[in-house]
């Protein structure tokens, strides 16, 4: 089945910089991959969709790479802020059934002022 | 326009007894998908319909069970809960069947079930 890996380990960087959050899957290639966004406490928000065709999509700040040789997307926060804190959870659809979203376990970032 | 509303927002139930979760879809949104989140997980697919059916199905016991009403609410109902089933329900809708192929999922900031 299919299964995917974010950065287990909090993110933590300082106002300015630029975040980079990881998300590799194994096994078959999804025709598309989405990255969310959560607060404590509250559901995902959407924020981008990268289709397999594409290498690279942005929105503002925003930047996602879909490598479907290595099995990877990168997402991209640049010039962060402190309240782009929150965890940021990558989403395929899964194998023969794409009404069924498999989701990582998110990676937490926490932007310093 | 409202988005997707889930209730109750907290319930604390115990082992044994059985709940009902609630959730609105946005608007003209005629799928709606339920997740379940345990603290520091991602979401897990429990069910999506579509239209008043059922399209898709996770990997639940049968205690969990859903529907769709004709006004495209939805109801998750899991019975003889188990202290592991405590967690965070959260409701999706989309305008689409497939989910994502259009765009998004649109959440609801879900129910907060504990069982003790």
């Known amino acids: 089945s299919q299964k995917i890996e974010q950065n287990s380990e909090a993110l933590n960087i300082q106002e300015g910089k630029t975040a980079t959050l990881t998300c590799n899957y194994t096994n078959y290639s999804p025709a598309y991959l989405q990255w969310y966004r959560q607060d404590p406490g509250r559901g995902p928000v959407f924020l981008l969709l990268i289709r397999e065709n594409e290498k690279e999509k942005r929105k503002e700040r925003l930047k996602v790479t879909f490598d479907t040789t290595l099995k990877q997307s990168l997402f991209h926060i640049t010039a962060s802020q402190p309240a782009d804190s929150a965890t940021y959870l990558c989403a395929l659809p899964n194998a023969g059934n794409n009404r069924k979203l498999i989701w990582g376990l998110g990676t937490s970032l926490a932007v310093n002022p | 326009d409202a988005g997707v509303t889930q209730s109750p927002t907290h319930l604390i139930k115990t082992r044994g007894q059985q709940v009902t979760l609630r959730c609105s879809p946005i608007s003209g949104h005629k799928s709606v998908s339920w997740y379940q989140q345990v603290l520091g997980q991602g979401p897990q697919f429990i069910f999506q319909y579509y239209e008043k059916e059922e399209r898709g199905r996770g990997n639940f016991p049968d205690r969990f069970s859903a529907r769709q009403f004709p006004n495209y609410s939805s109801e998750l109902n899991v019975n003889a809960l188990l202290l592991g089933d405590s967690a965070l329900y959260l409701c999706?809708?989309?305008?689409?069947?497939?989910?994502?192929?259009?765009?998004?999922?649109?959440f609801g900031n879900g129910t907060r079930l504990t069982v003790t």
């Open positions: 999706a809708s989309s305008f689409a069947s497939g989910q994502g192929t259009s765009g998004s999922l649109h």
